[in-house]
Antibody, heavy 123, light 108 residues
């Protein structure tokens, strides 16, 4: 069974750094044409793509949040980690990880998603 | 970054209605456009990829069309389980896989 599961703190204080882990099963992070993306959704609002990392270690970040984001992967542990620095109450959201795949390089879609984890930023 | 604009932001429809949702890109994205469905409290689900390809297991009442900058998602006969929010996403720019603002489909 192919799954993704997010884990991390449910509450962080303003200015702290958030570290989220996406643990995948049923597929390898070293598979060709496979990547993992992080997406967030503030309560009642739209989806916002944050970052992704591919099997070849290619990474990309949201332009508006680039200075605060770092994505990395540990293939042996089947984990992708996202850190977000200098957290603010506006960063309160459900954070999802999703598998990126596609029939050829460049034609991507997010075919599997984790359940998401709600992170609240409050003092 | 490529901006994705969906319209309408919400709509009311009845079971059996034909529903069309539009997504417009700020520049040409060829056919690199996906559609997702999200129900309250749940993760999004892939419906359509590459503008018109139906994801495995998705009912055939869902269809997608368009290329360049203008795209549509059509539900041919709305079913009770289709009341949800729908998002488009461009993947033309692999540097930023941006989503549209969403369209909420509600019961009339």
């Amino acid at each position: 069974q192919v799954t993704l599961k997010e884990s991390g703190p449910v509450l962080v204080k303003p200015t702290e750094t958030l570290t989220l882990t996406c643990t995948v099963s049923g597929f390898s992070l070293s598979n060709a044409r496979v990547g993992v993306s992080w997406i967030r959704q503030p309560p009642g609002k739209a989806l916002e793509w944050l970052a992704h990392i591919f099997s070849n270690d290619e990474k990309s970040y949201s332009t508006s949040l680039k200075s605060r984001l770092t994505i990395s992967k540990d293939t042996s542990k089947s984990q992708v980690v996202l850190t977000v620095t200098n957290m603010d109450p506006v960063d309160t959201a459900t954070y999802y990880c999703a598998r990126i795949t596609g029939p050829f390089w460049g034609l991507w879609y997010f075919d599997l998603w984790g359940r998401g984890t709600l992170v609240t930023v409050s003092s | 970054d490529i901006q994705m604009t969906q319209s309408p932001s919400s709509l009311s429809a009845s079971v059996g209605d034909r529903v069309t949702i539009t997504c417009r890109a700020s520049q040409s994205i060829s056919s690199y456009l996906n559609w997702y469905q999200q129900k309250p409290g749940k993760a999004p689900k892939l419906l359509i990829y590459a503008a018109s390809s139906l994801q495995s297991g998705v009912p055939s009442r869902f269809s997608g069309s368009g290329s360049g900058t203008d795209f549509t998602l059509t539900i041919s006969s709305l079913q009770p389980e289709d009341f949800a929010t729908y998002y488009c996403q461009q993947t033309y720019s692999s540097l930023a896989l941006t989503f549209g603002g969403g369209t909420k489909v509600e019961i009339k």
